[in-house]
C-alpha cells in the first residue's frame, strides 16, 4: 500500500499570501495524484488532477507540481474562500490511499 | 450536475452490520464505476471500495472481509454494508464517482457530503 505524507498539517494564511501544500508518496506513482478541496458539511471539490491539471472551472490560482513521489498544490494570492481541509489520493497503486489533509485558516 | 446524497442510520451497535445507500442525482448511474470512501475521527481518508454499474466490484483489502457493495440501477443508487462493526468503524461515510476507463483508475471526481455513523451501543 502507497502511504502518502501530507504536511503540513495545519496552517494559517493572509489573503494575497502563497501557500504551499506537500504530499509525499512513499513508492514512485508517476503523476497520478489528485487534490481536492474540502469545506465543512460540503461535499469535497475535485481541484487537481494528474498531477498538475487543473479541473476545469477551478480558479487559477490553484495549481498543482511534482513527479514521482514528490508532490506539491499550490495557492497563489489566497483569498478567504479558500479557507478548507484539502487532501491528496494516489491512485496509480491499489488501494487508492489519501493524504492525512491540511486545513487552511485564512487570518 | 450530478449530485450524491448519502443516508442510513447514524448510529449502529457494535457486532451489528452498517448500512449505507447513496441516491445519485443529476445524471444516471450507468457507465460509472462508485466509491465509498471513510474518514474515522481526526484521521485521514480510507478508500472501502466500489462497483461499477453492471456489479462488479473491488474491495480495500483491509476491510475485504466484511464489506459489500451494492447497485440498484433502477433507483440509481448503490449501497454499503460493513458487518461486525466496532467503535473503530465510527466515521464519516463519504459516496464519490469515479473515473474509470475499464483499464485504468484515476480516482473521484465527485464526492457526497458525507454522513456520520457512530458505533455505540
Known amino acids: 500500500e502507497t502511504t502518502l505524507t501530507q504536511s503540513p498539517a495545519f496552517m494559517s494564511a493572509t489573503p494575497g499570501d502563497k501557500v504551499n501544500i506537500s504530499c509525499k508518496a512513499s513508492?514512485?506513482?508517476?503523476?497520478?495524484m489528485n487534490w481536492y478541496q474540502q469545506k465543512p458539511g460540503e461535499a469535497a471539490i475535485f481541484i487537481i488532477q494528474e498531477a498538475t491539471t487543473l479541473v476545469p472551472g477551478i480558479p487559477p490560482r490553484f495549481s498543482g507540481s511534482g513527479y514521482g513521489t514528490d508532490f506539491t498544490l499550490t495557492i497563489n494570492n489566497i483569498e478567504s474562500e479558500d479557507a478548507a481541509y484539502y487532501f491528496c489520493l494516489q491512485h496509480d497503486n491499489f488501494p487508492p490511499t489519501f493524504g492525512q489533509g491540511t486545513k487552511v485558516e485564512i487570518k | 450536475q450530478v449530485q450524491l446524497q448519502e443516508s442510513g442510520p447514524g448510529l449502529v451497535k457494535p457486532s451489528e452490520t452498517l448500512s449505507l445507500t447513496c441516491t445519485v442525482s443529476g445524471g444516471s448511474i450507468s457507465s460509472y464505476y462508485w466509491s465509498w470512501i471513510r474518514q474515522p475521527p481526526g484521521k485521514g481518508l480510507e478508500w472501502i471500495g466500489y462497483?461499477?454499474?453492471?456489479?462488479?466490484?473491488n474491495y480495500n483489502p483491509s476491510l475485504k472481509s466484511r464489506v459489500t457493495i451494492s447497485v440498484d440501477t433502477s433507483k440509481n443508487q448503490f449501497s454499503l454494508k460493513l458487518s461486525s462493526v466496532t467503535a473503530a468503524d465510527t466515521a464519516v461515510y463519504y459516496c464519490a464517482r469515479d473515473m474509470h476507463d475499464g483499464s485504468y483508475y484515476y480516482g473521484m471526481d465527485v464526492w457526497g457530503q458525507g454522513t456520520t455513523v457512530t458505533v455505540s451501543s
Open positions: 513508492q514512485d506513482i508517476d503523476d497520478d
Open positions: 462497483i461499477y454499474y453492471s456489479g462488479s466490484t
